[in-house]
């Protein structure tokens, strides 16, 4: 269906009158007024002037559509101050004259004998009267099978129309194949059926339908019947602890929800640093399957040898698995894969230090936080939060040859657990190194606030926070 336009004019007399309006009225019966309407008249469909008065007087408005110097049509309603009213102009028919000549809507306001506003618009006209609605019981046939069409044929407010409607099909290649003219429509409505042959020309056909040159289109496919297409989906962790068994889950299903029953190929890659190994499975699924890789035993094949090295202390880990499953449908032998990569990291455990200074400052105290978290980011659980975390705190008095005079930073971090503040205001040494262990509990957020007394000859601060070996 078409948009429907309005036209909303707003009249004032100070604005309108004089040049526009030969009889003008006296500027103090002049009243504000709101008029709206279609832009756009349809043949055979009636025109709703909608018109509001702003001021108290009530005024006698007369509405009426030119073409020329013939009247179309005519209403009039007197509309209280400060109220709204409808003028319904009756349709206007379709004649040749219709395409050539516009159409102007003229409305005239009256208090008592006294003309107190006049406008005008000019209006579109559009063959347009009615729209019309295509279906298909199915977007999709197969040769031999029976199209069934409906059509529906209303108005621009929505109601059905009952004319008569041409209704013609052409295949791919454009050639009419089929035509129902004039037919007669049951509260705009009317159903037909055209039978597919067995060898029918593949591809996009059209249905076309019109009423009064109103046309819509319709288009279905013709196509040979095709194995249904089936996903497989898997529900895979992002990320995993190295001591922790790898479970997933993976589905096949076809597109319309049913599960499919077939043999699947489960293909495991373990990358570390550029160097992989892959490991591979087989196992039958119907639909859904619980599924479980051994990660453990990789590492502990591992661990010492390539993974606790030193050529790797300064690297980030970059572990991870990679899952590549192929399931093959055991009726029709078709098949269809997926993949998904898990992170695997090397620590339970996340510590970073939060909110603490830059720089340090003798003998006064340093505050800042400790975030202990998991790998996951999951709530730390009760065994989580029963074992402290030590804290080891090193005040060192350097000289001033073992400092990088190159790095003009005074922050410096190796790793999430370990920082170093040098002090802001150099203090000559006398070579003692003060440290200190801290025990320190874990809260069920998992940040940890601690203070540290600073000695008067402080140079640099170390601070390191500790688990056990296989966690931290």
């Known amino acids: 269906m078409e948009q429907l336009h309005t036209v909303i004019i707003i009249g004032f007399f100070a604005v309108i009158g004089g040049a526009q309006n030969p009889m003008s009225p006296a500027p103090l019966q002049s009243p504000s007024y709101l008029i709206s309407v279609p832009r756009v008249l349809r043949s055979g469909v009636p025109t709703t002037v909608s018109i509001t008065i702003l001021a108290k007087s009530s005024v006698l408005v007369i509405s009426e559509i030119m073409q020329g110097n013939n009247s179309l049509g005519r209403a009039q309603t007197t509309v209280e101050g400060g109220s709204t009213k409808l003028q319904v102009l009756p349709p206007i028919p379709e004649n040749d004259s219709s395409y050539w000549y516009p159409y102007k809507l003229i409305v005239n306001g ?50 059905p129309c009952d004319k008569q409607i041409d209704i013609i099909i052409m295949d791919p290649r454009e ?80 597109l319309y929800g049913k599960p499919v029953a077939g043999k699947m190929s489960v293909v495991y890659v373990h990358g570390f640093h550029g160097i992989t190994s892959s490991h591979e499975d087989w196992k039958m699924i119907d639909g859904k399957a619980e599924l479980s890789f051994d ?16 050529f790797y202390e300064e690297f980030d880990t970059s572990d991870y698995i990679d899952i590549n499953v192929q399931v093959t449908e055991l009726l029709t032998g078709v098949t269809y894969n997926s993949s998904a990569r898990v992170s695997v990291v090397m620590y339970k455990y996340n510590l970073e230090f939060q909110q603490h200074p830059f720089t340090i400052k003798p003998s006064l105290k340093f505050s800042a936080q400790l975030k202990l978290s998991t790998y996951n980011r999951r709530p730390l659980t009760a065994e989580d939060q029963s074992r402290s975390v030590t804290l080891t705190v090193n005040q060192e008095h350097l000289t001033p040859w073992m400092l990088e005079w190159e790095n003009s930073a005074n922050f410096k971090t190796r790793n999430s657990s370990h920082l170093e503040f040098i002090a802001s205001t150099f203090i000559y040494p006398n070579g003692n190194i003060s440290v200190k262990s801290l025990q320190l509990t874990v809260p069920a957020d998992g940040v940890i606030p601690f203070q540290i007394e600073l000695s008067e000859n402080v140079a640099m601060l170390t601070i390191e926070v500790m688990r056990d070996k296989c966690d931290s």
């Open 175 to 254: 050639n009419l194949i089929r035509q129902w003219l004039a037919v007669d429509t049951l509260l705009g409505e009317t159903a037909n059926e055209f039978q597919l042959s067995q060898n029918p020309p593949l591809g996009t056909w059209k249905i076309i339908a019109t009423v009064n040159e109103v046309t819509q289109e319709k288009i279905f496919t013709v196509s040979h019947y095709v194995l249904p297409k089936f996903e497989v989906l898997l529900d895979t962790p992002d990320v995993l602890y190295c001591e922790e068994n790898l479970t997933y889950t993976v589905t096949a299903q076809y």
């Open 110 to 159: 009256y208090i008592g004998q006294t003309l107190v506003f006049s406008n005008s618009t000019m209006l579109q006209y559009s063959p347009r009267s009615v729209s019309i609605l295509l279906q298909t019981d199915k977007p999709k046939y197969k040769p031999g099978q029976a199209v069934k069409i409906r059509a529906l044929v209303i108005t621009p407010d929505g109601k």
């Open 295 to 310: 990660v453990p035993s990789l590492f502990h094949k591992k661990k010492s040898a390539d993974y606790m090295s030193p």
